[in-house]
């Protein structure tokens, strides 16, 4: 049995682990429902969680009490030096498997003020799974450059044409004689090309002429100045 007690929260902490609530929103929508999600507080092990998302694995709601493992899982990690969190294996009642981490929240005095738990449902069908990949209407594109200063203009064209066809190859609406369209469309969100050589450098990286770039360019800027 665990021999944590409750600690009681100053205003300034309880604001601390209410922050945490838009934190658990994101990371719900990110991972998917296979992903039970529960904030503690360890002010009130009686009434502990003051957030759960997919609670349906384990059967919590929101004022469900803290339960032993927690405890115990709290337990162990204050006992490990210069560690917030432990990762594990459990089950819920029903005996289903389950992955799980228990994270420290700490106070301004450092001190622990409640849980994050985080519990994937192993036998979340792949299904659900796979369509957390697949392509949405809410795309964005983000590079990591780990040396843009070396980088040539010819390396960043064919890197930006390479992400823009996964993009649309990933995209089921898209039809196959609008794929070249599509990617300069991408590549004219991205600027590319402002830059003097870039239809060049594009029209060759897909294996098509410079006229047929700038011939999907007119039509785009047709259709933004309509």
Do not use: W
């Not at 469900?64 to 927690?70: E, F, R, S």
């Not at 890197?159 to 089921?172: G, I, K, S, Y």
């Amino acid at each position: 049995m665990s021999e944590v007690t409750p600690v009681p929260l100053s205003p300034r902490n309880k604001q601390i682990l209410l922050s945490y609530i838009p934190v658990l929103d994101g990371l719900a929508e990110y991972l998917g429902s296979g992903y039970e999600i529960v904030l503690h507080s360890l002010e009130d092990f009686d009434h502990s969680a003051i957030k759960v998302i997919h609670g349906e694995h384990t059967g919590r709601t929101e004022g469900a009490p803290i339960t032993d493992l927690a405890l115990d899982m709290l337990e162990r990690i204050q006992r490990q030096r210069h560690t917030n969190h432990i990762c594990y294996f459990t089950t819920n009642g029903k005996g289903d498997p389950l992955k799980s981490t228990t994270i420290i929240i700490r106070g301004v005095e450092g001190e622990p003020i409640g849980l994050l738990c985080i519990n994937f449902y192993l036998n979340t069908p792949l299904s659900d799974c796979i369509s957390l990949l697949s392509a949405n209407n809410d795309q964005r594109s983000e590079h990591f450059e780990q040396n843009p200063i070396k980088e040539s203009l010819e390396d960043r064209v064919n890197r930006l044409v390479a992400h823009a066809r996964t993009l649309v190859d990933n995209d089921p609406h898209v039809l196959p004689s609008l794929r070249n369209r599509e990617i300069i469309a991408i590549l004219n969100d991205e600027g590319i090309f402002q830059i003097k050589e870039s239809v060049a450098l594009v029209a060759q990286a897909l294996s098509i002429s410079k006229g047929t770039v700038y011939l999907h360019l007119r039509t785009l800027r047709e259709q933004d100045a309509r």
